[in-house]
């Protein structure tokens, strides 16, 4: 017995090194692979703070004295305005969707009627369209309709490809809301409407944030209908106006263009931080009913 | 106060499954009736459709004198204690109670005064700010007992609203909503699968099974004198001994073989099953009257096969060799396993039921 104990011994030791080997080797493959997704941010923000000339002697190097003057810059040119456009068109759309799908994915959760199901199909068809694939038509349609280069012209195509998800969402998380709070609450004198909006919709809230911050990131950074659908100078969002500010057509003002991205990313990045938690649950809201 | 009625009720839902059939029940003013019956029975649709939850198909429902088949819930100004307490978990337990009220635009002092009321009865005013997560599974019943209350409707229907409790605090509740229905003098309908609750709380017991009402009395009145074989046996515990005998004349007597066994019947019970003679019949006698026999006269020859002392008494688990039977003894017969030991029935106390249709047979 004592005999075999020693036996093993070295074994141990050998397969303890081969372990620690191994973890050190894929702790550093992870490492290697967050660096490779931070370094172009932190890239950005120091090219952010040196002149074109800096940036044209090298590109990797640090700021030797950084400036703030691409941020102003930026803000004085037509980033402003195209920030104002992407957030008016982020909080309306957002709002809707939020809205749209928590009441179609209540009323394809709690009733059973006549084509629910196909409805539902649909809706979970919508989510697998790629968009580029509906460009063209969406812009002939939009131009047939003369709803092309206004305030509210990327609202309906936002909306409408924000529902799919929403409405799968929802209506898997209303399913897991017991039904009898709403026969309570029907017991209690509450009218239909009253109930959705006073007892479902705030227990619905969780999942209802999570749509909200997978969409406000969606329409904050949508890039393909901005292009298409939007012409007049007014109506253009942000991204679609970094590619424009700081481009002529033989020269791009590199740090200016990171000192763009820069501001853009704030409210972004202020949404996520704030709401990290919320993200990571609404990325796995509805795998698991109840 | 008010009364309920159910005039032929039935319910079939999509497909055609007939949830209840044709339940005639009155519920008197300020009397506690108790649905009864194992899962899928229809109590629980009976009450609901009472509830105005579920649409009535067939039948009329009365409250208070008025037909209330097409009055939505709202305006049948009755409250329900749901199973898993229906609590709204975004509002304090002061704002669950107070919500019913609140949408009726009751003034302000009054909601404040009827809830403070309620939870006074309930003995829950500390926990008026908590939200129902914070509560165990006993507060929430009694918030959910507090909604109810506030809003003082006419009838107030409970839908196994105990299920959810440990053992002891089920006892516990049991005995408050009694209390309650005292205190407050109302008419209540309670739904629930266990017999016990049924027998300990109600003035009137409907039993049900398969969705047919198999009878309606006293709790006294269904454990003394069962309408049937179910009723004998979903009513008691330990449930009802039943023994198939076969009836035979001998010597001016009619006896009742159990195939080891043979049991004399007594001069009345004799006239009444004479023309059974020859038939099989069921023999229902209650646990509590097969007295164990320690001479080992001529009785149940029986094999002890389980034993469960409860302390006051012992339930004690026996065979033949066609049937299985309960007795309970005294605690102080001590039994073994294996043991063989003879019982006599309490003849007097015994129920017969027809073999094919169930039905007790009047003696």
């Not at chain 1, 209540?106 to 649909?122: D, E, I, M, P, T």
């Not at chain 2, 109810?148 to 516990?172: C, G, H, M, T």
């Not at chain 2, 408050?176 to 309670?190: D, F, G, K, P, V």
Request: hydrophobic fraction near 45%; proline fraction near 5%.
């Amino acid at each position: 017995m004592r005999r075999d104990i020693a036996a093993r011994a070295p074994a141990n030791s050998a397969s303890r090194i081969r372990g620690a080997i191994a973890g050190i080797l894929g702790n550093a493959v992870l490492g290697i692979f967050s660096l490779t997704c931070v370094f172009p941010i932190v890239w950005m923000f120091y090219s952010s703070l040196k002149t074109q000339t800096q940036f044209a002697l090298s590109t990797l190097s640090l700021p030797v004295r950084p400036i703030l003057d691409n941020y102003v810059a930026a803000i004085q040119s037509h980033m402003g305005l195209y920030l104002l456009n992407t957030l008016r068109n982020t909080a309306i759309s957002v709002a809707l969707i939020v809205l749209l799908s928590f009441v179609t994915g209540y009323f394809l959760s709690r009733f059973r009627f006549r084509g629910r199901n196909l409805l539902y199909a649909y809706f979970l068809i919508g989510m697998l369209i790629p968009i580029h694939a509906l460009l063209v038509p969406m812009f002939i349609q939009l131009k047939t309709a003369g709803l092309l280069d206004s305030w509210y012209t990327l609202l309906l195509p936002y909306v409408g490809f924000g529902l799919p998800i929403g409405i799968v969402l929802a209506e898997s998380y209303v399913g897991g809301i017991p039904r009898e709070l709403e026969e309570a609450a029907a017991i209690d004198g509450s009218g239909f409407s009253r109930t959705l909006f006073t007892i479902i919709m705030p227990l619905a809230a969780p999942v209802l944030a999570a749509i909200a911050i997978i969409q406000s990131f969606a329409v904050w950074n949508e890039f393909p209908f901005a292009l298409i659908l939007i012409t007049s100078d007014q109506w253009i969002t942000a991204p679609v106006g970094l590619s424009t500010v700081f481009r002529s057509e033989h020269f791009t003002d590199y740090p200016g263009l990171m000192a763009g991205i820069m501001t853009t990313m704030v409210p972004v990045l202020i949404v996520y931080f704030l709401f990290s938690n919320r993200i990571m649950k609404g990325m796995t809201a509805g795998a698991v009913k109840g | 106060m008010a009364t309920v009625e159910l005039k032929n009720i039935g319910k079939v839902y999509e497909g055609g499954v007939r949830a209840v059939d044709n339940a005639n029940i009155t519920v008197n003013d300020r009397e506690f009736v108790v649905f009864v019956g194992p899962s899928g029975c229809g109590k629980t649709t009976t009450l609901r459709m009472v509830a105005g939850l579920e649409d009535i198909t067939e039948g009329e429902l009365y409250i208070d004198g008025n037909l209330v088949n097409d009055v939505p819930p709202k305006d049948r100004d009755i409250a329900m204690v749901f199973q898993n307490y229906a609590l709204y978990p975004h509002m304090t337990v002061y704002d669950n109670m107070a919500f019913g009220l609140k949408i009726r635009k009751y003034p302000k002092a009054e909601i404040q005064s009827r809830v403070k009321e309620a939870a006074g009865v309930l003995e829950i005013e500390e926990l008026l700010d908590r939200k129902p997560k914070a509560l165990s599974g006993g507060q929430r019943q009694r918030v959910a007992l507090g909604r109810a209350i506030v809003r003082k409707p006419k009838v107030f229907l409970f839908d196994e609203p105990l299920s959810n409790l440990d053992a002891k605090l089920r006892v516990q509740m049991r005995a408050e909503i009694s209390a309650l229905h005292t205190r407050l003098q109302s008419t209540m309908i309670y739904v629930t699968h266990d017999q016990v609750e049924a027998m300990t709380m109600a003035d009137k017991i409907v039993v049900m099974k398969s969705g047919v009402i198999q009878q309606i009395g006293t709790p006294l009145e269904l454990y003394n004198n069962p309408a049937n074989r179910f009723v004998a046996g979903f009513i008691g515990s330990p449930p009802m001994n039943f023994i198939t005998v076969k009836l035979r004349e001998e010597a001016g007597k009619l006896i009742a073989d159990e195939g080891d066994s043979q049991i004399e019947l007594l001069p009345r019970q004799a006239a009444a099953v004479k023309n059974l003679a020859g038939k099989d019949v069921v023999l229902g006698i209650r646990p509590e009257d097969l007295i164990y026999d320690d001479k080992g006269g001529r009785g149940i020859r029986t094999r002890v096969e389980v034993i469960e002392p409860l302390g006051a008494s012992t339930h004690v688990y026996v065979s033949t060799k066609k049937h299985q039977l309960i007795s309970v003894v005294p605690p102080t017969i001590q039994f073994k396993v294996g043991d063989e030991a003879v019982f006599h029935p309490i003849l007097d106390r015994a129920r017969f039921f027809d073999v094919e249709t169930e039905q007790t047979i009047p003696v």
